[in-house]
């Protein structure tokens, strides 16, 4: 009887101590409710202006009386447009949060709105073109003014089936909170963002506005930053997109350090393992990557990666594909230390490679065949597309078979609504691979032979 009783104590004083716990606390009371108290202060609204400026077009009779430099500084008005958006608190002491890329790029102000009501005013101190993501650091000069923020949780724990809370500012109506499950993990490919795509999918509610915002487990830690919604109509269909927290904590640690992300090179072009190559190499792997060329004066090769070795761990995880290699490359930086497990002459070997700035990587990478063609925006069946207009007969682009009234809709993973897009991609540091083209309604995929 003395030992039921006592029992009976440890067991309440078990449940008493883990109440305190949110995710208890939510099967105990059967409500989300302790869990949005708890983290609803380190979500915050964001509000931005945009400053554009729309050019106008002169018409040539105008500019045979007056002249053409009288037009070139006045020929544009300047439109603002307002934006909105959510973002998550990491770093209280510093007052640092994270957002989306797309929901501050290009902003002339951004103010952001905490969960009290406040409102002050915010600084992009760095941002990643390729994940979509941005930090910010909010300027509060009172000191007495506290920010509380979020806990991280190991996104790589998450399970398809747990549940999800998403914290946002839907539509500009203030933070709303939402909730649902986990649907799927990994999701890619989904050309949703202009960058490098590896998504958590639930179904909790995510809307204009909720970009940035938070996506939370029962324990109110952060498994990701929602980002973006596939729907029809623009409005929510149960399908959302967020990057996972892990990413989000990598990047986020470069950006604070250096205000951009600073990846590592390893010096290797490569393609996916299949049955045809697998055969040839007389190898039982079927997933992996086949190296094919190793750059001279690289990473790879100074710590003895040779052409003809297959990939099959790194960091002891088994890389499947070239998205799997990508994807890890993108979130390794100058410095880091990589453990590949190699297949070579059917015999395993193990090297250990530190990563280093690209220096055979020009300053800029310009592409002066995009010089060779004549381009316009138009709008066809409510999409902005780029239409070739005009291709010079002798140009690059025209003897792979690029034509005059093609569409360019893709530079690599890169989809393009405009021309300012593709002039980024082209001037930035980034080898064009291939471009996708729409002619008569038909796709077609041109590759591009880099020197």
Known sequence: ?????????????????????????YFLNNSLSNIVDETSPSVVSIYTINRKKIYIDIPKEFKFFFGENIFNKRNYNKKYFEGLGSGVIIDSKNKYIITNNHVV???SKIKIKFYDGK??????????YIYDIALLKVN??????????????????????????????????????????????????????NGLENFIQTD??????????????????????NTAILTPNGCNIGIGFAIPSNTIKKLSTQLIKYGNIKRGYIGIKCIELNNKTSNILKTN????????????????????????????????KKINNLFELKSLINLTFINEILKFKILRNNKFKIIHLKLCKNKNKHKKTIYPMFNEIFLKKILKNKN???????????????????????????????????????????????????IYILRNGNKILFFIKNN
């Open 1 to 25: 009887m003395k030992y039921l009783k006592f029992k009976l104590i440890l067991i309440i004083i078990y449940f008493f101590i883990n109440s305190k716990n949110l995710a208890y606390s």
């Open 105 to 107: 790029n290009n902003a």
């Open 119 to 128: 409102e002050f005013d915010a600084n992009i101190i760095g941002n990643d």
């Open 140 to 193: 509060i000069k009172n000191s007495n003014y506290l920010l509380k923020e979020i806990k991280f949780c190991n996104s790589d724990l998450i399970k398809v089936g747990d549940l999800a809370i998403a914290i946002g500012n839907p539509f500009g109506l203030g933070q709303t909170v939402t909730s649902g499950i986990v649907s799927a993990l990994g999701r890619k490919g989904l050309n949703i963002i």
């Open 204 to 225: 909790a509610s995510i809307n204009k506005g909720n970009s940035g915002g938070a996506l939370l487990n029962v324990k109110g830690e952060l498994i990701g930053i």
């Open 285 to 316: 792997i079927i997933n992996g990557i086949f190296v094919n060329e190793v750059i001279k004066n690289s990473p790879a090769e100074k710590y003895g990666i040779r052409s003809g070795d297959v990939i099959v761990t790194i960091n002891n």
């Open 384 to 434: 902005k597309l780029i239409k070739i207009i005009d291709i010079k007969n002798n140009s690059k682009l025209y003897k792979i078979g690029i034509r005059k009234n093609d569409f360019i809709i893709k530079i690599n993973n890169f989809v393009i609504n405009n021309i300012r897009q593709l002039k980024k991609i082209v001037n930035d540091k980034i080898v064009i691979n291939y």
